[in-house]
């Protein structure tokens, strides 16, 4: 089983797939900061990142 993230911001096709949610959260940060610079990874987009997260 691993863990699944189609990236959040509109438009983007981007998904990541890791063994652990961890994982998928640094693989989208490095994601954002290479695709959208101009996103802010507050708490609230880190809660909505991990909202998206799903088992694949
Ligand atoms: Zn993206």
Do not use: F, N, R, Y
């Amino acid at each position: 089983m691993s863990q699944q993230l189609h990236c959040v911001v509109e438009g983007c096709d981007a998904s990541i797939t890791e063994e652990t949610e961890e994982e998928v959260l640094e693989a989208a940060e490095e994601h954002a900061a290479e695709a959208h610079p101009d996103l802010e990874l507050d708490e609230e987009t880190v809660e909505t990142i991990k909202q998206h997260i799903e088992e694949a």
